[in-house]
């Protein structure tokens, strides 16, 4: 049986996954080791027990902390290919608002960004990479609209951790599909390639989602 704990820092999440090993998806942010350290106590874990950090996507709220956390718990990190030029530079790359939300959401963060270190990915992929041999019975995926980076994972339990691809809408806590998008009908292609196979959606902000959520975001699209 796995387990899933979400843990929010403010500006975004970092999502532990532990099975009969354990991995953490992004790193959320801000925080500083002591935090990291401080958080992982609290849930009983030894982060040198963590095998594998994996980056969603590209923006520094997923991998402000990566070179920090790499540190602490002497995980590779993985991210997708398109994802170097920003994990390299520590630089966000543009957002672009689809809808009224993205633009609120925008003007509401801007000069807020975490900043992010540079950092070097130690695994790049471009295509599905199982997870069996960092203990976790799933697999990640690309799962592009947010960004043409995006990765998914996708655990056999029917769990989900979609980055930013759903997301908790800083007014109302709804779920919503991202508001920032790249590719807008990629995004909503991404998340119903999801469905099927995911009944709950971890996010960096806010969640975790059902399914029902997630369908009804989808339907309404905002």
């Known amino acids: ?26 790193t959320g942010a801000p925080a500083t080791q002591q935090k990291y350290q401080e958080v992982f106590a609290s849930l009983q874990v030894n982060p040198k027990d963590i095998r594998l950090i994996v980056i969603t996507h590209g923006h520094s709220d997923h991998f402000a902390h990566a070179r920090e956390l790499r540190a602490l718990t002497g995980a590779p990190i993985l991210c997708h290919s398109k994802a170097l ?9 543009p957002v672009h608002p689809r809808n009224e939300l993205g633009e609120s959401v925008l003007k509401m963060i801007a000069g807020k960004e975490p900043p992010a270190m540079p950092v070097e990915p130690d695994i790049v992929i471009d295509s599905d990479y199982d997870l069996a041999f960092f203990g976790i019975a799933g697999k990640i995926i690309s799962t592009p609209g947010h960004s043409d980076c995006s990765l998914s994972v996708i655990l056999d339990s029917g769990d989900a951790i979609v980055g930013d691809l759903v997301v908790s809408s800083p007014f109302n806590r709804k779920a919503s599909i991202a508001y920032f998008a790249d590719n807008p009908a990629a995004l909503f292609a991404s998340v119903r390639k999801l469905l099927p196979f995911a009944h709950t959606f971890y996010s960096g902000h806010g969640g975790p989602f059902t399914r029902e959520q997630v369908e009804t975001a989808l339907q309404e699209k905002g």
């Open 1 to 26: 049986m796995n387990r899933i704990n979400t843990i929010p820092l403010g500006f975004s999440n970092a999502i532990l996954v532990q099975e009969s090993g354990m991995i953490l998806v992004d």
């Open 85 to 93: 030029p920003a994990l390299r530079t520590g630089k966000n790359p």
